[in-house]
């Protein structure tokens, strides 16, 4: 069966088709709620969660079906020194389907190579994160009514901001799309993303420093967190952490029909006085993640 590991393993035509299906959802959920009745979701989960975890759990709940795992890998045998593979290979024998996350780049494409159930990357350290890109994709899809003509600042961590990366990559595949690249030099979009993403396919990228000089060109504001966990020397995360803060002030210069995004959990980079602003979308957006995973679950598990 089929696993998701990267974004770019759906096409746009089943990223539609996704999107669709979580709008239906949102519209009927009766009709859903039993589709997946007998079958079990693990949710493996050696990195901390709050939204991906939880959100996939009530997805499969939503569906009839049931949910086991592990959010802590202390209490798992991962800390008996258990491999990737074969704690895979075991759940395997006692779930449908599995949503995994791992400080480890790969680490559920090496799950996925070891076994017959679809895997899914639930955050993967700094490279990808596709599950959230469909909660992305669903919330620019209701919100902007489509995907085309847009232009997207992504602003802070872009370095290590998995959910950047696998957003770039979506996003890359629609028309008259471009790039406002906003961070601090040594947070800058990795060169593999720029060269296999931006350049490859001849988009309109711009890299700055400045939220305020661009602010009011951007049809999306995609804000993310300085990913502390990743940084190697805590100074460097302390002297960059609050680089941005999206504030009532700044976005005197935005469009009325912006819609500012973010995957969340948030630090300092939104100031709280911005909830309230109707161009805040980061609470809407992690709501319908819930609907996109289950759209997805149904998918992978070929239920129709
Ligand atoms: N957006 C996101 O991945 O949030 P969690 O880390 O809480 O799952």
């Known amino acids: 069966?089929?696993?998701?590991?990267?974004?770019?393993?759906?096409?746009?035509?089943?990223?539609?088709?996704?999107?669709?299906?979580?709008?239906?959802?949102?519209d009927n959920p009766a009709k859903y709620s039993e589709k997946c009745k007998g079958k079990i979701l693990a949710t493996l989960f050696f990195e901390p969660s709050t939204r991906t975890r939880l959100s996939f759990e009530s997805a499969m709940?939503?569906?009839?079906?049931?949910?086991?795992?592990?959010?802590?890998?202390?209490?798992?045998?991962?800390?008996?020194?258990?491999?990737?593979?074969?704690?895979t290979k075991i759940v395997s024998g006692y779930a449908d389907i599995i949503a995994m996350r791992h400080p480890k780049e790969?680490?559920?494409?090496?799950?996925?190579?070891?076994?017959?159930?679809?895997v899914i990357n639930a955050g993967d350290g700094g490279h990808n994160h596709p599950t959230q890109t469909l909660t992305d994709l669903l919330t620019i899809n209701r919100e902007k009514g489509g995907f085309?003509?847009?232009?997207?600042?992504?602003?802070?961590?872009?370095?290590?901001?998995?959910?950047?990366?696998?957003?770039?990559?979506?996003?890359?595949?629609y028309d008259n799309i471009k790039f406002i690249l906003i961070s601090?030099?040594?947070?800058?979009?990795?060169d593999?993303?720029?060269?296999?993403?931006?350049?490859?396919?001849?988009?309109?990228?711009?890299?700055?420093?400045?939220?305020?000089?661009?602010?009011?060109?951007l049809d999306i504001l995609?804000?993310?967190?300085?990913?502390?966990?990743r940084f190697f020397n805590e100074q460097d995360y302390i002297r960059l952490r609050d680089s941005y803060i999206?504030?009532?002030?700044?976005?005197?210069?935005?469009?009325e029909d912006l819609i500012i995004m973010h995957p969340l959990p948030r630090v300092n980079e939104i100031s709280v006085a911005v909830d309230n602003d109707p161009r805040a979308c980061y609470f809407k957006q992690a709501r319908y993640g819930k609907f996109v995973r289950m759209a997805l679950i149904m998918k992978l598990l070929e239920v129709e």
């Open 184 to 190: 601090p030099d040594e947070l800058k979009i990795p």
């Open 106 to 118: 790969g680490a559920p494409l090496v799950a996925s190579m070891n076994t017959d159930i679809p």
């Open 148 to 173: 085309n003509n847009l232009t997207i600042g992504l602003c802070g961590d872009l370095k290590f901001g998995r959910t950047v990366h696998s957003l770039i990559s979506a996003m890359s595949r």
């Open 1 to 26: 069966m089929r696993s998701l590991i990267d974004i770019r393993e759906l096409s746009v035509e089943e990223i539609d088709e996704l999107v669709k299906v979580a709008n239906d959802i949102i």
């Open 61 to 87: 709940l939503n569906l009839g079906g049931n949910v086991i795992g592990f959010s802590d890998s202390q209490n798992s045998s991962a800390s008996k020194g258990e491999s990737v593979a074969d704690t």
């Open 192 to 217: 593999y993303i720029k060269k296999n993403e931006l350049e490859a396919k001849n988009l309109e990228y711009v890299e700055t420093t400045s939220l305020e000089d661009v602010i009011g060109e």
């Open 246 to 255: 999206l504030t009532p002030k700044k976005l005197e210069a935005a469009k």
């Open 222 to 229: 995609y804000m993310t967190r300085v990913q502390g966990e």
